[in-house]
């Protein structure tokens, strides 16, 4: 059976007991399209996810996942806006490994287009996440020009 699971970017193979981290749309034996952040450290995992349906297929769909390493917690974001949030993610998952964008290691390959991927080594605010959202999004809504002035 092929997997349903679309990877968007992780550093380990598929399965829930590896080392690293998985961020993925889940659609695996359905079509629940769940967004999906599991952490594991070579014996256990865990994970936070979003409730079913939270992105719409053959749209641009724009999700974020905010990570604190140092408190284990994790919020995804779906369009600007908090999906879910979780204070029970795995800490002390490996960062070592190459990171695959649009797969994982050994195979849940993204089916779609990613147009870009941020990987950031500092931890970025909801609200930063909402401006990128909202200037990716619409652009000439974000900000307004206004009319040239003369010099006097």
Not at 50 to 74: K, M, S
Request: no cysteine; glycine share 6%.
């Amino acid at each position: 059976a092929v997997s349903q699971i679309r990877s968007i970017v992780s550093n380990s193979q598929d399965g829930s007991n590896t080392d690293g981290f998985r961020f993925f749309v889940n659609s695996n034996g359905s079509s629940d399209r769940k967004v999906w952040l599991e952490t594991g450290n070579g014996g256990q995992t865990n994970s936070v996810t979003t409730i079913a349906n939270a992105i719409t297929t053959q749209q641009w769909e724009h999700v974020a996942v905010l990570v604190d390493r140092t408190n284990g917690a994790a919020t995804v974001m779906v369009d600007g806006a908090i999906a879910t949030t979780d204070n029970t993610i795995r800490n002390d998952f490996s960062t070592a490994s190459s990171l695959e964008i649009g797969r994982m290691k050994t195979n849940n390959v993204f089916d779609g287009m990613l147009d870009e991927v941020v990987i950031a080594s500092t931890l970025r605010s909801v609200e930063w996440i909402q401006t990128a959202y909202k200037n990716q999004r619409a652009p000439m809504d974000f900000y307004t020009v206004a009319p040239e002035q003369a010099h006097p």
